[in-house]
């Protein structure tokens, strides 16, 4: 499964917000029955069979919606599957065609009375020694007719005895071989998918108000849910804090850990999440570095649960129809993905899981991204996003649409003295429309100004609507704080050389050592720093001054070479280190910055 965090995850979210569209139906009593066929091996062709609802008209269009909104490469159904039939009562197969990416016309429809399709296994685990592992969801697995999804579906899925599904539905039959799930219509299906694999589950309760989930599947085993519980329990706070609270009663977190090297090999190079309503999708590397992990998990995990705010809680008519015959895309997927982004950061800070610098390296490294390419109207891009002129571009919406919410926020809260903010406006437009509710498409603009200022709207028709450059050193300033688009520091080294703790002997030893102004050899175990003893316990402590020391610093070591203490002295080196989009504190920054800057990032 091709997964891209930053490409192909909001298509999927704008459809699941149809929940109140009403369609053209044909006989609100009939449904979909649907039979998945899981195999032992899952890389082999899978079989599901349909039963669809009576067709009345001579062709009909059966679709699985792509999901590939955003991503480079839309993958047709025609590519997805390895064979399908159509068949009347007789067993013959009707007449059909590939129309469009995600459409299979079926010619004497009227007649038709099952579908049978075998899915070629573009998610099975890529490991061979593990048990198998599928992602049940709308990719080629379910599909629904034109004008036909909001009928009911039951789904069977014929199961190994050792899978477990991992999902928020509710089951109504389960048993070791077969699960079956009744939903009210293709939505529901849409925004629920199942995750059979070994079971590896953990649940808590945020504030007794809503049960979360955390399925896993790890193919070496290296990853559990006991590893994640934590990390994903504070991101989830983290979000409700920011949020107010989460707007659901119940929410799952499916989570499945390729193992890096063989994902490469069957094509799973990209990894991201997808958020599906009440619940969230990952597909993520397996890594040894516990730091790494975590922070790969609660950032991604992050931004995915904020979707819960926009688009979920708060989309404009045209996301309410995306999807389902209607491909215009909304001129708002600034504020879907641009500023879900700046709000995933905010709410990182405000939770204390990462720090003020690297809030702000985030930034930089955003403003890095975009520096090579020429501006654009984040609106018109958005509008545009299904041409393959802005499609290919995304990244860049993405992107600019973060930095262009931190500067609204900041330009709202500078014109308002902190009594408004762009998090509690739009908080406060997703409690008046809420998931059922769109907003008008050209009115989203007017309730913001009204809401916050009216400079705003110049601010609007400047950076959202047309191309100007955003003012970073101004905005900076008013926080009480420098941005410099280059910045040349006077940096101290002390030479190449890496530091690994052995937990299991409580030191610290020197690899990795080239020249270095210490005379440091490979394998040196340091035993302190200026007279102060240094154990894994507290090298944390100390590795700036090691890695990062003011120019012409000088430091004393001891270290254990061969069996014998050895003294080393050293002055750093200094060299001149180079940044770019660089922001720091400003030491004349007056009190009103300093409370701006306060409000902005803390919201206090």
Known sequence: MNFNVKKIHLYLLVILLLQQYSSMVFAAQKKYQITIHLNEDSHKPLKVSVIPPSIETKYATYVFPSGEFGAQKSIPISERLERFEPLDENGKILPFKYVQNDGIEIGKAHRLKRINYWLKPDFPSVSQSQSPAYLISHRGFYAYFHRMYD???????????????????????????????????????????????????????????????????????????????????????????????????????????????????????????????????????????????????????????????????????????????????????????????????????????????????????????????????????????????????????????????????????????????????????????????????DQLFEEIVGLSHPQIANFIEDHLEGKKVLYFQELAAAMGMDYLEEYIEEAGTFGHFSLFPDYKKGHVRFRNVRQNELNLFNGDVLLSIDDTPIKTSNINDYLPQLYDPPPKTSIELVVLRKGRRTKLQGKAAAFHRRHRHWWGENRDASKKGRTLKSKVLYGK
């Open 151 to 441: 009928l009911p579906f039951e789904v069977k899925i014929e199961k190994p005895k050792h899978l477990y599904g991992a999902t928020s539905l509710t089951a109504k039959l389960q048993s070791d071989t077969l699960d079956v799930f009744e939903v009210n219509d293709y939505l529901d299906l849409f925004k629920n998918p199942i995750l059979y694999a070994q079971p590896d589950t953990i649940s808590f309760s945020l504030n007794g108000k809503t049960k979360i989930r955390i399925a896993a599947y790890s193919e070496s085993g290296k990853v559990t849910t006991r590893t994640l519980y934590y990390d994903l329990k504070k991101v989830v706070q983290s979000v409700a804090d920011f949020m107010g609270e989460l707007p659901l009663s119940e929410y799952t977190f499916v989570l499945y850990f390729a193992d890096p090297s063989l994902a490469a090999k069957s094509g799973l190079a990209q990894y991201g999440g997808l958020m599906c309503g009440s619940s969230s999708f990952y597909l993520l590397p397996e890594i040894k570095n516990g730091k790494r992990l975590k922070k790969i998990v609660q950032r991604i995990a992050s931004h995915e649960l904020l979707h819960l705010l926009t688009p979920h809680s708060l989309h404009s008519e045209k996301v309410h129809l995306a999807g389902f015959g209607h491909r215009e895309m909304s001129k708002h997927l600034w504020l879907y993905e641009g500023v879900t982004e700046y709000f995933t950061l905010l709410s990182l800070l405000r939770s204390e899981l990462i720090s003020e610098t690297e809030f702000f390296a985030e930034i930089s490294k955003k403003l890095k991204l975009i520096e090579a390419q020429s501006p654009q109207s984040l609106t018109q891009m958005s509008e545009r996003i299904f041409t393959p002129k802005y499609q290919y571009n995304y990244n860049y919406l993405y992107q600019q649409g973060a930095l262009t919410a931190f500067a609204l926020d900041i330009e709202i809260q500078k014109l308002t003295n902190g009594d408004k903010s762009l998090p509690a406006i739009i908080q406060q437009l997703a409690s008046e429309y809420g998931a059922a509710k769109p907003f008008e498409e």
